[in-house]
Structure formats: structure tokens, C-alpha cells
């Protein structure tokens, strides 16, 4: 019986610590939003390369990605922590 109540209690001591770990962090960062856009694109990407928004650092992004033949900028919408964020082109030129 003493065995299972510690367990429960080391469990809840474990999520709570991993909540609380959660908070006040940024919704992504600049790394994270590279790597989903270049899983996303599927050509494969030669560079990608991502900053924080000045108006909101903690949920924008500006990228900008160059193929083989093509500038593209986008713009990346970070909604929360852990969650993918949202992808916008916004601009393409070709090289």
C-alpha cells in the first residue's frame, strides 16, 4: 500500500513540475520554427533562417528561406507553447 501512494505522489510531484516548467516560456523559438519549416517544405531548403517580431518577440516570426532557384520570406504565428505554428509566405523571387 506505502509503495503505490509513493508512486502516485512521485507522479503528481512529475506533472506538476513539468507545468510548471511550461510557464512563462516563450512560445517557441526561432530554432523550432526553422525546423518546422524545413520539414514542411518539402524541396528541401538550402537555408533557412528565422527572427523574433518586434511588436510580439514571444509569437512572430520573420523567415526567410532560399532554394536551389527561389527566395521565399514568410511569416511564422506561434499560438502556444508545444503547439506548431502557423505559416504564411508572403513574399517569392526567383534567383
Known sequence: M?????CA?????????????????SASSPDKVEAQLERQL??????????????????RYTCRVE???DRFRYVATCPAPGQPCVLRRTAAQPK
Open 67 to 69: 532554394t536551389s532557384s
Open 2 to 6: 506505502r509503495g503505490g501512494r509513493r
Open 9 to 25: 505522489l512521485l507522479a503528481a510531484a512529475l506533472a506538476t513540475a513539468g507545468v510548471l516548467a511550461g510557464c512563462g516560456e
Open 42 to 59: 518539402q524541396g528541401g531548403p538550402q537555408m533557412v533562417e528565422c527572427d523574433r517580431s518586434s511588436d510580439q518577440p514571444d509569437r
